[in-house]
């Protein structure tokens, strides 16, 4: 109608014609991950003491679309670390001045450095470790926009777990069991972490099962990592009595584990299903590690 063919006219001299005019609507949209203001090539040619002067001194923009932010470059720093993991573990001390974000990235970096049969030094790292979960788990006033930085020390303490789980594999580059009683300490810290919760389990129970929930939440991955501890502890004890059967072993030799199995299986104060799946998960390997209690 004429009416109509004038007003199109008019709106096209105002906005230029449609991109698509066949669709009904039409737009254009796309999804950016975390920008990093730095390079993986940038902190390469840094040196660590450097990296962590500019990791302290960096402030994100506010309020821009698709700029850089602290989890674009945690995960930007994850990547270097995980090509050099020697070089950032002796200097594992100095990352206690940073933001949790960018612990977190160091940490990560380490375990994803594994996977690839490099080998560090523990000792600082689990020094690191040690002086993380001694830490509050919540940050007073901290306030951050969502995605763009950790709220808290709890994806730290998650991914501490994750790392002392692979840590204790049988890889090259595991944790020499002279740190036992240090690994053991950190650990036994996260069993108690608060997540999950049964808010937590309630509130992903439509995009995790429980088991799924068990390795993406502190707790769960801790309880994960001390079955991990315990064939740990008795590859290193058969060892020393040049066993090769192992049928003779039991939890008498850890106490530490029994004490912490027993203390989840009790529903008054362990009830989250994501920790029972790791019974479950792991009972053949419970069986062979004490079956009697088993």
């Not at 390469?44 to 989890?71: G, H």
């Not at 060892?239 to 004490?259: D, G, P, T």
């Amino acid at each position: 109608p004429d009416e109509r063919r004038k007003r199109y006219e008019e709106l096209v001299s105002e906005v230029g014609e449609p991109d698509h005019p066949e669709f009904p609507v039409y737009s254009n949209g796309g999804w950016v991950g975390p920008v990093s203001p730095k390079s993986a090539d940038e902190l390469r040619a840094m040196s660590v003491e450097d990296i962590v002067k500019f990791l302290q001194i960096w402030t994100p923009p506010e309020n821009l679309f698709d700029e850089p932010t602290p989890e674009g470059l945690g995960r930007t720093l994850t990547s270097v670390v995980a090509e050099d993991p020697q070089r950032f573990a002796k200097k594992a001390e100095e990352f206690r001045k940073l933001d949790p974000t960018y612990v977190r990235a160091l940490l990560y970096g380490l375990r994803a450095s594994l996977g690839k049969g490099c080998i560090f030094d523990w000792d600082p790292v689990l020094e690191l470790c040690q002086w993380i979960v001694s830490q509050p788990r919540e940050i007073s006033k901290r306030q951050v926009r969502r995605f763009e930085a950790d709220p808290d020390w709890g994806w730290t303490r998650k991914t501490i777990a994750w790392l002392l789980e692979i840590g204790f594999g049988q890889i090259h580059g595991c944790i020499p069991i002279i740190f036992r009683e240090k690994a053991w300490t950190i650990l036994k810290s996260l069993t108690e972490d608060p997540e999950p919760s049964l808010a937590d389990e309630q509130y992903n129970s439509f995009s995790m099962n429980p088991d799924d929930l068990s390795f993406n939440t502190t707790r769960g991955a801790a309880m994960h990592a001390v079955i991990c501890y315990a064939l740990w502890v008795r590859r290193h004890l058969e060892r020393e009595a040049n066993e090769e059967r192992y049928a003779h072993m039991n939890f008498e030799k850890m106490l530490e584990v029994r004490e912490v199995l027993d203390a989840h299986l009790d529903v008054a104060y362990d009830p989250s299903l994501a920790i029972r799946t790791v019974y479950g998960k792991w009972f053949p390997w419970l069986i062979s590690l004490d079956t009697d209690w088993a």
